[in-house]
């Protein structure tokens, strides 16, 4: 742990602090305004009228059923792609179809925001395949969960309204806006930058060399700065290399990395000023950005400090032991560069990597799958995240009014037994198909044979995939062969249910809370602002989250842990 390890650390969240509020007002300003940006109004409404758009507002069921089948037709889409990606243009090497269970697993993973890849991109997929179909992916899941907050946050906080017209948006505006006024203009410029950086977009075909060593080595080429812009700063996660991040044509110098992990934490930072907006509070939105932000503190700094150390099995061998635990690590982004990119790639939904999370620390790689196990509330993925946040809320404030002896407010409205039956929902799902999957698959011989490591690594490694399918975050403990019948399909089933059930579930209670009526506030209304509403609400997170998975923490991470201190690895 170095000083500019934590300079770095600080820039990056003081950066966020200083773009969440100007952010926010472009975001509130695209979504909640009739007219988001006057000059491109003719341009919006021509699109609008080409796509048969009208704006009408739908309830929480019509939002929901134009989502889901957006969303159900994009697998399609994606599927048939890969299957026939032989006789599609843009395939210089002549890649064949991809095999169904991992054609199916992908386009599951790049519909839900997953972004998981039992493949690797530069070998499997051709540059059409990646480009028509997982790069629209990214820019049509990030638009999916943008529109999934905007209804309910509408939901939450607007007025009572008729109980024949409690509308909370239209689905087809949110996410046609969410294109072309956020990640179209935004991953343009961004692109730019990173190849700016050198970063590779190119159509060329793979280019043969002799190294200094004398030996031929195949160079991958690609439209690789395109797909990057957009796996960020939609928080999608999908690499176009196999190593993610970690590959120089992906991620080349220390500033890009820099730019990178701030576009993973930007639009999810920026929402919750856009949340206070429409709640016409912004003490809320703040309330819920600094809860994000200690968390996210305390979680790169546990990663930082245990990285630190030296790998007790090595600390025999004449080497330099000062830089920490380096295994797995690129030495251009150090232990301070990759310690806060996995933390911030787990803390939301994008999942990218710049290292080898298998070859961390076992409380370092602890710290990643708790980081996912808090239903990715930590900034979380665009939209999604505050989305799930927002049910904490709900649950925060259930217990605050059983403290005080009366019945919960939140934003003046009351909240009663149908939202809290949802928001419990929400948060047990994941419990339910995260433990069900590993404990089918640890007992299994058919998902036994797909780990490298046994003992409790190689439970992680289960774990810990199963984790980032239901948490749609989508990196993975590389150590597991997940490209097998077995885990192409019930990893394909867990970010499907994983991804729309919880929305089902969230929009269910903007539809319940919309027509209800605005509660003048009394003494006896808790508030939801400030420190101690802060400190409910990490703690609710923390005990319904983290501890709920101890016991199967304590028998992977935990025990790998103290059986290293005794010299012994898995």
Same mark, same amino acid.
């Given at each position: 742990?170095?000083?500019?390890?934590?300079?770095?650390?600080?820039?990056?969240?003081?950066?966020?602090?200083?773009?969440?509020?100007?952010?926010?007002?472009?975001?509130?300003?695209?979504?909640?305004?009739?007219?988001?940006?006057?000059?491109?109004?003719?341009?919006?409404?021509?699109?609008?009228?080409?796509?048969?758009?009208?704006?009408?507002?739908?309830?929480?069921?019509?939002?929901?059923?134009?989502?889901?089948?957006?969303?159900?037709?994009?697998?399609?889409?994606?599927?048939?792609?890969?299957?026939?990606?032989?006789?599609?243009?843009?395939?210089?090497?002549?890649?064949?179809?991809?095999?169904?269970?991992?054609?199916?697993?992908?386009?599951?993973?790049?519909?839900?925001?997953?972004?998981?890849?039992?493949?690797?991109?530069? !070998?499997?997929? %051709?540059? =059409?395949? &990646? @480009?028509?179909? $997982?790069?629209?992916?990214?820019? *049509?899941?990030?638009? #999916?969960?943008?529109?999934?907050?905007?209804?309910?946050?509408?939901?939450?906080?607007?007025?009572?309204?008729?109980?024949?017209?409690?509308?909370?948006?239209?689905?087809?505006?949110?996410?046609?806006?969410?294109?072309?006024?956020?990640?179209?203009?935004?991953?343009?410029?961004?692109?730019?930058?990173?190849?700016?950086?050198?970063?590779?977009?190119?159509?060329?075909?793979?280019?043969?060399?002799?190294?200094?060593?004398?030996?031929?080595?195949?160079?991958?080429?690609?439209?690789?700065?395109?797909?990057?812009?957009?796996?960020?700063?939609?928080?999608?996660?999908?690499?176009?290399?196999?190593?993610?991040?970690?590959?120089?044509?992906?991620?080349? !110098?220390?500033? %890009?990395? =820099?730019? &990178? @992990?701030?576009? $993973?934490?930007?639009?999810?930072? *920026?929402?919750?000023? #856009?949340?206070?907006?429409?709640?016409?509070?912004?003490?809320?939105?703040?309330?819920?950005?600094?809860?994000?932000?200690?968390?996210?503190?305390?979680?790169?700094?546990?990663?930082?400090?245990?990285?630190?150390?030296?790998?007790?099995?090595?600390?025999?061998?004449?080497?330099?032991?000062?830089?920490?635990?380096?295994?797995?690590?690129?030495?251009?982004?150090?232990?301070?560069?990759?310690?806060?990119?996995?933390?911030?790639?787990?803390?939301?939904?994008?999942?990218?990597?710049?290292?080898?999370?298998?070859?961390?620390?076992?409380?370092?790689?602890?710290?990643?799958?708790?980081?996912?196990?808090?239903?990715?509330?930590?900034?979380?993925?665009?939209?999604?995240?505050?989305?799930?946040?927002? @049910?904490?809320?709900?649950?925060?404030?259930?217990? *605050?009014?059983?403290?005080?002896?009366?019945?919960?407010?939140?934003?003046?409205?009351?909240?009663?037994?149908?939202?809290?039956?949802?928001?419990?929902?929400?948060?047990?799902?994941?419990?339910?198909?995260?433990?069900?999957?590993?404990?089918?698959?640890?007992?299994?011989?058919?998902?036994?044979?797909?780990?490298?490591?046994?003992?409790?690594?190689?439970?992680?490694?289960?774990?810990?995939?199963?984790?980032?399918?239901?948490?749609?975050?989508?990196?993975?403990?590389?150590?597991?062969?997940?490209?097998?019948?077995?885990?192409?399909?019930?990893?394909?089933?867990?970010?499907?249910?994983?991804?729309?059930?919880?929305?089902?579930?969230?929009?269910?209670?903007?539809?319940?809370?919309?027509?209800?009526?605005?509660?003048?506030?009394?003494?006896?209304?808790?508030?939801?602002?400030?420190?101690?509403?802060?400190?409910?609400?990490?703690?609710?997170?923390?005990?319904?989250?983290?501890?709920?998975?101890?016991?199967?923490?304590?028998?992977?991470?935990?025990?790998?842990?103290?059986?290293?201190?005794?010299?012994?690895?898995?």
């Amino acid at each position: 742990m170095t000083f500019l390890g934590w300079l770095e650390i600080s820039l990056l969240f003081l950066s966020v602090l200083i773009l969440t509020k100007p952010l926010g007002l472009y975001l509130y300003s695209i979504y909640e305004r009739p007219e988001p940006i006057k000059f491109l109004s003719a341009f919006e409404n021509k699109v609008f009228y080409i796509c048969g758009i009208k704006g009408e507002g739908q309830d929480w069921k019509k939002y929901t059923f134009a989502l889901v089948l957006l969303n159900i037709l994009g697998i399609l889409i994606v599927f048939l792609i890969q299957r026939i990606q032989y006789y599609l243009p843009l395939n210089p090497r002549d890649l064949p179809a991809v095999p169904w269970d991992l054609a199916l697993n992908t386009a599951v993973s790049f519909v839900t925001h997953t972004n998981w890849q039992a493949y690797a991109g530069e !070998t499997t997929l %051709s540059y =059409f395949s &990646q @480009m028509a179909g $997982l790069t629209w992916q990214n820019f *049509a899941a990030a638009a #999916t969960a943008m529109g999934a907050f905007f209804a309910l946050a509408r939901g939450i906080t607007q007025h009572g309204q008729d109980e024949k017209n409690i509308v909370i948006g239209n689905f087809w505006v949110d996410f046609m806006r969410s294109i072309l006024f956020v990640f179209l203009p935004g991953c343009f410029i961004f692109a730019l930058v990173l190849v700016s950086q050198g970063t590779i977009q190119n159509f060329s075909s793979p280019q043969d060399l002799i190294t200094l060593e004398g030996t031929q080595q195949t160079l991958a080429m690609g439209p690789a700065a395109s797909q990057v812009a957009s796996k960020l700063l939609g928080t999608n996660g999908g690499g176009f290399f196999n190593v993610n991040s970690a590959h120089p044509f992906e991620n080349p !110098t220390p500033f %890009s990395n =820099f730019l &990178q @992990m701030l576009a $993973l934490i930007l639009i999810p930072a *920026a929402l919750t000023y #856009t949340y206070g907006k429409i709640a016409k509070n912004q003490k809320d939105g703040w309330t819920l950005l600094f809860a994000m932000v200690i968390l996210s503190v305390l979680g790169v700094a546990c990663i930082y400090y245990f990285e630190s150390f030296t790998n007790p099995l090595l600390s025999q061998l004449p080497l330099v032991h000062d830089m920490g635990n380096m295994e797995g690590k690129e030495v251009r982004f150090g232990l301070a560069g990759s310690s806060l990119y996995a933390n911030l790639a787990t803390d939301t939904s994008g999942g990218p990597c710049n290292s080898m999370y298998d070859s961390f620390m076992p409380l370092g790689g602890m710290i990643l799958l708790i980081n996912m196990l808090l239903s990715e509330v930590v900034f979380g993925g665009v939209g999604v995240g505050l989305f799930g946040m927002l @049910m904490f809320v709900i649950i925060s404030v259930f217990i *605050a009014g059983l403290m005080v002896g009366r019945t919960p407010e939140y934003l003046g409205k009351k909240i009663e037994g149908k939202e809290v039956r949802f928001a419990i929902l929400y948060v047990a799902l994941y419990p339910l198909i995260i433990l069900l999957g590993t404990a089918w698959s640890v007992f299994a011989p058919y998902g036994l044979s797909s780990i490298l490591n046994h003992g409790p690594h190689g439970m992680s490694e289960i774990l810990y995939a199963y984790t980032s399918a239901a948490e749609n975050n989508g990196s993975a403990f590389a150590g597991l062969n997940a490209n097998t019948p077995w885990y192409n399909l019930t990893l394909a089933l867990t970010m499907f249910i994983g991804r729309f059930l919880s929305i089902i579930l969230g929009l269910a209670i903007a539809g319940s809370m919309v027509n209800k009526k605005i509660l003048a506030v009394s003494a006896g209304t808790f508030p939801t602002q400030g420190g101690l509403f802060i400190g409910l609400l990490i703690g609710v997170i923390l005990i319904v989250g983290a501890l709920t998975f101890f016991p199967i923490l304590a028998l992977g991470p935990f025990t790998e842990h103290l059986f290293l201190l005794q010299g012994k690895a898995f």
